[in-house]
């Protein structure tokens, strides 16, 4: 019995010591994906625009990219994010010149942390059919 509290006693001061030495202790969550558009261009690929919440804490813990995945689960662009956006949320991103499937109507568009990887909000977005076109989904 004794050897059960001495063990609970120290898990506590290793987690209270470390929320209060200072050190980077995540708590952000997973980056969830609010919005999404796409545009079909001229040339046949679209532009995508992206809005990602994360309560980035700095440079150990924020969204660091989000994909376009086609039904499949093929990954047919990527938008790495090089930077923590801590005091702008939710942020907004573009990525042009992804190339898509003809027989590809809809895409699910992911975001990742530098923590947790995958595992917040994700957002199906149908595609436009004509140039110039273009599709979203609001929060």
Known sequence: MKFQYLVTAM??????????????????GEADVVTASATKSSDGTFRFTISVKHDDTGWDHYANAWDVVGPDGAVLG?????????????FTRGLSGVRIPDN???????????VHDYGGAEVM?????TVGQSTSVPN
């Open 11 to 28: 898990v506590s001061l290793v987690f209270a010591g470390g929320a209060l030495s200072g050190l980077p202790v995540a708590h952000a």
């Open 104 to 114: 590809v109507h809809s895409v699910t568009i992911r975001a990742r942390d530098l």
């Open 125 to 129: 977005l149908e595609l436009p059919k």
């Open 78 to 90: 990527v938008r790495e994010l090089l930077h923590p956006h801590v005091n702008e949320q939710p």
